[in-house]
């Protein structure tokens, strides 16, 4: 699994040996939108009218293509230089480290004797494509296509200018 969030799209990778992404995409959009729309007091569309883009990942190589894209989109987009300068939501060190991220439930949206969980927390495997490589070594061989990719993305600031 991996995950990236900018302010208007996220990407989020997932094994899903059983299809229940199209019912995960659905509730995970609907409770985040309406969650946000409640701390910012909006009542409007939160998400594009656009059908959510979901694609399958046939192997190991677009595994990796896709995830290095979604870590790598606020640099590729010139929010920031790195990867890991990025202040929102992205799974880049928890993969390097085998770690995990905790979501809290705000408590300006859900109940707090509701039904939903305190707490979730969210922890990075290896993709099922990358099982045979020790932790240390697929951790190396995203890092450096991450590495690669910021080195890239500076490369092009310096040629247009762009900061």
Do not use: C
């Not at 299809?19 to 946000?36: C, N, R, T, V």
């Not at 046939?58 to 990796?64: N, P, R």
């Not at 979730?120 to 991450?146: K, Y």
């Amino acid at each position: 699994m991996f995950t990236a969030a900018q302010s208007n799209h996220h990407h989020t990778g997932i094994f899903d040996p059983l299809g229940k992404y199209p019912d995960f995409i659905e509730h995970f959009h609907k409770l985040l939108a309406k969650s946000m729309n409640a701390l910012r007091g909006r009542w409007e569309n939160f998400w594009s009218s656009e059908q959510t883009s979901v694609v399958r990942l046939v192997d190991a190589g677009d595994v990796l293509d896709k995830m290095v894209y979604a870590l790598t989109n606020p640099v590729k987009d010139n929010l920031v230089a790195k990867v890991a300068d990025w202040p929102g939501v992205n799974a880049f060190e928890s993969i390097m480290s085998g770690g995990s991220i905790t979501a809290v439930r705000p408590d300006f949206f859900f109940r707090e004797d509701g039904p939903m969980p305190a707490s979730i927390t969210l922890t990075f495997v290896r993709p099922p494509e990358f099982a045979n490589m020790a932790a240390d070594e697929f951790a190396g061989m995203v890092r450096a296509r991450v590495e690669a990719v910021e080195a890239d993305a500076k490369t092009r600031r310096r040629a247009t200018g762009a900061r």
